[in-house]
């Protein structure tokens, strides 16, 4: 037996049984001599046929669909339903009470059936409603839980398909930095090539999860600009000033490596001279700030790629709105940024 059969049982029971509670209070208050085996009886074979005709009642509100009703549709239907109900509950009972020989001498007419009827029909609208009030509870917390798994497949789907788009991107370019070496300078190629298996190996361990402690990002971003130094030389310069407490921080893996990447192929590598590229982060008690500072300017005309859109979805999905990225230029330094608020 599932919890919720386990609950309605338990509430029927229950119901039954504190109404019937009140009616020997009821009855001992006006008069303790009322209280004796007779209604005892009585009180038992209402409870039992209540029982059975409201659970009847329920499989039949089942069977007609009635649970997928609109309200305005719904009311009527219990008000006719529960007067009906309580109807056959007091036919029943008096049926069985004149075999059982149980208050044979009261009369029996037509006006104590009616009023008894609408007695029982205002705890049958009760019982309606708390059942189907607790139905629709039941299936609005189902359709929640529902859509947060469907909400939270479809964002797992959406990552994986983020991340499957990163690992290309980063492979592409980096083969792109080698065969420009293998003619000029084939020992260096040969050195990029370990570099490179080294850095896809760290590159595919961290890749198969959604967030990564930045010490690890950035030993994979250490990586990669000693790889492009290679082709670069002395054109490419890098500094790193990571606060300890920064080490720790989790965020999403090829993160600053996709930044990194960015400001080599829109900044470095369009300078003569070459240029810096410096990576800062930086802890207070409300926020975590990640800086990507390189040599160069923002060209509105270039499209950075899809690397930026993908780093902000991922922010919004994986910080639920708590992260921000911005990008923007000042005395020829273009700065990317990673701002995690802190929870409060």
Not at 195 to 223: F, M, T, W
Request: hydrophobic share 45%.
């Amino acid at each position: 037996m599932n919890s919720t059969r386990l609950l309605y049982w338990g509430a029927q029971f229950a119901g039954w049984l504190f109404y019937s509670l009140l009616v020997l209070l009821s009855s001992y208050s006006e008069n303790p001599k009322n209280v004796n085996n007779e209604l005892y009886q009585d009180i038992f074979l209402f409870i039992t046929v209540a029982i059975t005709t409201t659970h009847i009642m329920r499989i039949i509100f089942i069977r007609l669909g009635w649970l997928n009703l609109k309200l305005k549709q719904l009311i009527p239907r219990i008000l006719i339903s529960s007067f009906l109900f309580s109807f056959i509950i007091i036919l029943i009972t008096r049926s069985i009470e004149l075999v059982l020989n149980i208050n044979s001498n009261e009369t029996i007419t037509f006006l104590k059936i009616f009023n008894a009827t609408l007695s029982i029909s205002v705890l049958l609208f009760f019982w309606n409603a708390m059942y189907f009030t607790f139905h629709f509870f039941t299936q609005s917390r189902k359709q929640e839980i529902n859509n947060l798994a469907l909400e939270a497949s479809k964002n797992e789907f959406e990552l994986n398909n983020l991340k499957t788009q990163l690992n290309p991107h980063f492979l592409f370019n980096s083969l792109n930095s080698i065969r420009a070496l293998i003619e000029i300078e084939p020992q260096k190629a040969k050195n990029s090539i370990t570099s490179l298996s080294s850095l896809l190996r760290k590159s595919l361990q961290i890749g198969k999860a959604n967030l990564i402690p930045l010490k690890d990002e950035i030993e994979l971003v250490k990586n990669y600009l000693e790889l492009e130094k290679i082709r670069f030389e002395e054109r490419l310069e890098y500094q790193l000033n990571i606060s300890e407490e920064c080490l720790n921080i989790e965020l999403p893996p090829f993160s600053i490596q996709m930044l990194v990447e960015n400001a080599i192929k829109h900044g470095i590598s369009n300078l003569i001279d070459g240029g810096i590229i410096a990576i800062h982060c930086q802890s207070d008690s409300s926020k975590i700030q990640i800086l990507v500072e390189n040599t160069g300017k923002i060209n509105t005309e270039i499209d950075l790629g899809i690397g930026i859109q993908n780093l902000r979805r991922r922010l919004a999905i994986q910080f639920n709105g708590k992260a921000e990225f911005s990008l923007t230029e000042n005395n020829n330094i273009v700065s990317s940024i990673i701002t995690l608020i802190k929870a409060n």
